[in-house]
């Protein structure tokens, strides 16, 4: 089995002058989840080579086992320096797609026309496509084959406005995602902020938050 994940290479949070870009937890749990099923993992972002790391998703309080180990790890840090261009990535050559979050993705995931075509073409072929907290994002633009949102009258989750309110960057954002997933016709549903929620609707797989990014990832190997 062969699983792509696509971070970010959006590292400024809006016009605040602070870094933002992909969320260590939502990258490292699934990523061994997907390592230690013997999956083999492909790292993609827009522009290649080493995404940023949201440092917020650094302190202390955000550390993990997974993230833990991941600091241990030389091999996995060497291919997270190493990510694939987008661009030359072909659906074709993988069986699922998993998106971690971080608010990298608000901005250029949600809007990079090369993830918006992988998406369709793997989701048209019947492969999961997988995204936990800001990365359903990526799902802004993508079409069905009638040419409708590909998310409309799907059950979803993804990071919750009360969420976004408790970070306080709910008017840094260029959009509120549960909004966004609920303009585009979704069936948009949350648990409790910060707590493990996903939702699987046929081969389309999301996440809440930090939290649910392990349980998406096995969610997506059940599939």
Not at 147 to 175: H, Y
Request: charged share 20%.
């Amino acid at each position: 089995m062969k699983i792509l994940i696509i971070l970010t290479s959006h590292d400024k949070l809006g016009n605040t002058g602070l870094k933002t870009g992909f969320w260590l937890e939502e990258f490292a749990s699934p990523y061994y989840v997907f390592k230690d099923a013997n999956v083999a993992i492909t790292l993609a972002s827009p522009l290649g080579g080493q995404p940023p790391l949201d440092p917020k998703s650094d302190e202390p309080d955000f550390q993990t086992a997974a993230t833990e180990r991941f600091k241990q790890d030389a091999s996995a840090q060497n291919a997270l320096a190493h990510t694939l261009k987008l661009s030359d990535i072909s659906a074709e050559d993988y069986d699922a797609v998993f998106f971690p979050g971080g608010h990298g993705p608000l901005w250029d995931l949600a809007e990079d026309q090369a993830s918006i075509a992988l998406i369709e073409s793997m989701y048209t072929a019947g492969k999961p496509v997988a995204a936990v907290c800001h990365a359903p994002a990526v799902f802004r633009h993508t079409k069905n084959a009638e040419g409708s949102p590909l998310v409309q009258g799907k059950s979803v989750t993804a990071f919750s406005n009360s969420e976004e309110d408790a970070v306080q960057l709910s008017d840094i954002v260029p959009f509120l995602l549960e909004d966004e997933l609920k303009t585009m016709g979704a069936n948009y549903s949350k648990g409790e902020d910060w707590l493990p929620y996903v939702v699987t609707d046929g081969n389309l797989i999301t996440g809440q938050n930090p939290a649910s990014s392990d349980l998406v990832a096995k969610a997506v190997l059940d599939r």
